[in-house]
């Protein structure tokens, strides 16, 4: 787990395990297996109808279906996931220390922990997500985004 700024942290599954029952976390846990699906009670892929398919937030928990992929994500599915990121680590930022991890800590957790800082934070000015990118790295080398994530990063770096 690493500090990218201040009170927001990045990491991976076992980094989630040490934060989990502490009134001092929020946590937003940006992966399908197995936090949503422990989180919403199904195994194998949830019906798209389904009120919980995207995201979960329960306490100081926000629970994603967030896969890594080798193509780039549907807009109309990340974008809700990503803002949804967002307004929680904005809400929760000022009263606890948040953690974004993901299964490995490289692709989707400090993806969203970039989006924060260059969206909400203006923490990373730069204009677009190559320069962001490489700024953030600078932070948090360990930030490998899948092919999936940086497709989609690429593409929507502005209108997110």
């Known amino acids: 787990m690493k500090e990218v ?59 994603l279906n967030m896969v890594d992929m080798d193509r780039k994500q549907d807009h109309e599915y990340m974008e809700p996931i990503v803002s949804s990121a ?15 991890h993901c299964n490995k800590g490289e692709s989707r957790s400090p993806a969203l922990a970039m989006l924060y800082l260059a969206k909400r934070e203006n923490a990373i000015e730069k204009d677009t997500y190559s320069e962001a990118k490489q700024d953030f790295q600078e932070l948090y080398p360990r930030f490998n985004p899948s092919r999936g994530i940086d497709l989609y990063l690429q593409d929507y770096w502005h209108q997110l």
């Open 86 to 100: 967002l307004d929680f680590v904005e809400d929760y930022i000022g009263s606890n220390k948040v953690l974004i």
């Open 5 to 63: 700024h201040q009170s927001l942290f990045v990491g991976g599954e076992r980094d989630c395990i040490e934060t989990k029952g502490s009134e001092k976390w929020a946590v937003v846990h940006a992966c399908k297996h197995p936090c949503h699906q422990n989180a919403v009670g199904y195994s194998g892929n949830l019906p798209q109808s389904h009120p919980n398919y995207l995201m979960y937030r329960k306490d100081r928990d926000l629970y």
